[in-house]
């Protein structure tokens, strides 16, 4: 895959993670698997997704929950160091497979039940974290449920887009460095920076532009069926690998 051709799979997740409200991750982790092995692709989704946080971070200038940060941020973080160490020991195909099926199951169960909602509470906050965290760690995206767990709190949409990217800054940080001390970000991974640089800021800022104007509801199912054919392709290629 060429970099105009990555460049523009990267900007369309980025745009469609931003307008959904789950981030990019669901799109990205499957995309970087089609050209990197899966712990690299590990190692790319995590740096981009740096740079993504960063943009949303820029742009969505918005009154952040503190609240949030505690109950919600500091156990993704430590979720998400132990669900990153847990890859060097675990067999890469049967972690492909784990994402795909994560995909799916996710996918299929926020499109069948778009209303349903979380209790708004601390302990809930808390458990979202860890899970989100856990499985951002282990198969590079946990933006689902995140989002699953900051949609509780009924915050207003930019407040969500900005306090999600101070959590996930925290998060991809945090399994940058893991992964980074396990060897998954190489020079293969590193070559693509000016791309992923370039698709984050642009496709964050195209993203907000639309969510300002456009429906939001709309797009979420837009975006869980891109998820739901992301799940399938990552299982066929679990499936087909030798």
Excluded at 73 to 83: N, S
């Amino acid at each position: 895959m060429d970099a105009i051709a990555l460049f523009f799979l990267l900007l369309v997740a980025e745009v469609l993670g931003t307008i959904g409200g789950f981030g990019s991750s669901m799109l990205v982790m499957p995309i970087a698997g089609l050209i990197l092995p899966f712990d690299q692709a590990l190692g790319l989704t995590a740096v981009l997704h740096v740079f993504s946080n960063a943009a949303k971070m820029l742009l969505f200038r918005q009154a952040v929950s503190k609240r949030l940060l505690l109950t919600l941020g500091l156990p993704a973080i430590l979720g998400v160091l132990v669900g990153a160490r847990l890859t060097y020991y675990l067999d890469e195909n049967a972690l492909g497979l784990s994402l795909g099926l994560l995909l799916l199951a996710m996918s299929s169960f926020l499109l069948i039940r778009r209303t349903w909602r979380l209790r708004a509470t601390d302990r809930n906050a808390v458990l979202g974290g860890l899970l989100s965290g856990s499985i951002a760690g282990i198969s590079g995206t946990g933006g689902a449920i995140r989002g699953i767990t900051l949609a509780a709190f009924d915050l207003e949409k930019l407040v969500f887009v900005s306090t999600s990217a101070w959590i996930d800054m925290g998060v991809d940080l945090s399994r940058t460095i893991v992964y980074t001390a396990q060897g998954y970000v190489t020079s293969a991974v590193l070559t693509h920076l000016p791309v992923l640089a370039a698709a984050s800021f642009v496709g964050t800022w195209i993203g907000r532009r639309l969510l300002l104007r456009l429906p939001q509801e709309r797009f979420k199912v837009i975006v869980l069926a891109l998820v739901m054919v992301m799940g399938i392709v990552s299982v066929v290629q679990a499936l087909t690998a030798h």
